[in-house]
């Protein structure tokens, strides 16, 4: 059985921008391309716009800028592939279609101006996550020392995010910053991040993080990055599926997706080295949990979220 799949994280667009010849229909290059996500049953994939730190302030949004080009001239003219402007669309994707949406990792190329936010929500991002691991000018990211949480201008941001009902994702971003998202927003992701219990990764939800997510019914979305997954590499696809299982003894039953960080990841689990082999996760909890538990994991746990709280 291939189970339709929701990614909600890959940076395929980076690549992209760095090398744009590189073709998005079957570049090797690409863990994410055409072939690989037919391959792989994805259904629904986010395309993060994420900067690289070295890049000048003064040139990040232009960067950011290009990266939006590169996903209309070269996603979103592959046979098939259709943007998202909102969560609810996904319901209408016709069986050959597969959904597409932006997502923004980290506010650096916008300076402290919001009309520069209103333009990137207007060519269709969808969430935003107000760090990478670094500082700006909206708040701490978890590699800062200083550990603060949102600025004025961070917090006028969620204001935003929750009038246009979007998502404010906080797996790259402060502890203190957390507990300000939480306390702020409308709807929160973790869009790529597991448990620090099991592997104490410092981007990994903690007990109490995880809970307060729990607590709003928030959807913590498992990655494939292997020091994500173990402390002592190589991981494997049983290694994630501790983490489903840590999430579920902590109250996950309902919330629980799938956010593969391809294209973004520099060691690979065995037999999950692309997006042609997301099928293979999904294997692995049905054999272990059964087919529903597989299906709402890949698809319906997700749209669960938006059909009762978008």
Known sequence: MKYPVIDWHCDALLKLQENPDLDFYDSEELDVNVVKMREGGIKVQAFAIF????????????????????????????????????????????????????????????????????????EGVLSIGMTWNNANLACDGIGEKRGAGLTEFGLEVVELMNKRNLFIDVSHISLKGFEDVLDHAKHVIASHSNAQSVASHRRNLNDDQIERLRSKDSPIHLVYCEPFIVDELPATIDDILTHLEYFTQKGYQASIGLGSDFDGIFTKVENLVDSSDTQNVLQAIEKRYGEDRARDIAYNNFMRYVDKYM
């Open 51 to 122: 900067i690289d730190p070295e890049i000048p302030w003064n040139q990040k949004y232009e960067a950011a800028l290009m990266q939006v080009r590169m996903y209309k001239e070269k996603v979103l003219a592959q046979d098939g592939f259709v943007q998202l402007f909102n969560f609810h669309d996904i319901h209408n994707l016709k069986e050959h279609e597969i959904g597409t949406f932006l997502t923004l990792e980290g506010l650096d190329c916008v300076d402290t101006d919001i009309h520069k936010v209103e333009h990137l929500l207007s």
